[in-house]
């Protein structure tokens, strides 16, 4: 990865949780963007989605989708950058799975105690 898009990803998160954050109410679950991950031509960005609880995900992600070209709209009048890459959003898999290996790593450890 260059470091162009490095910034760029890093940029595109730092907006678009400022905008989700002022601008859609998601009662009952709290939202953060964990990633974005920006093709080479720039052209297409993967936003992924941690979500809790879980259980409201798919809810979640479907008004994310829904809302997807008002939110491209706003981060396009506040990036500088140009082309602005088209959002997509996704579910993140590997907090939950880092998640399910803490919570190994410590039964491992609780049973190495005993």
């Not at 907006?15 to 953060?32: M, N, Q, W, Y």
């Not at 720039?42 to 989605?49: C, H, P, S, T």
């Not at 609880?53 to 979640?60: G, N, S, T, Y």
């Amino acid at each position: 990865m260059t470091k162009r898009i490095f910034q760029i990803n890093e940029l595109i998160k730092r907006r678009l949780s400022r905008i989700i954050f002022e601008e859609i109410d998601f009662p009952g679950a709290l939202i953060t963007i964990t990633r974005v991950e920006t093709s080479e031509k720039l052209n297409q960005a993967k936003v992924y989605v941690s979500v809790m609880p879980e259980a409201q995900l798919e809810k979640v992600l479907r008004i994310l989708c829904k809302l997807v070209y008002g939110l491209q709209k706003r981060l396009n009048k506040c990036l500088a950058v140009r082309p602005v890459p088209r959002i997509r959003f996704a579910e993140e898999k590997e907090v939950i799975k880092a998640a399910k290996v803490d919570e190994l790593l410590e039964k491992i450890k609780s049973c190495q105690k005993s």
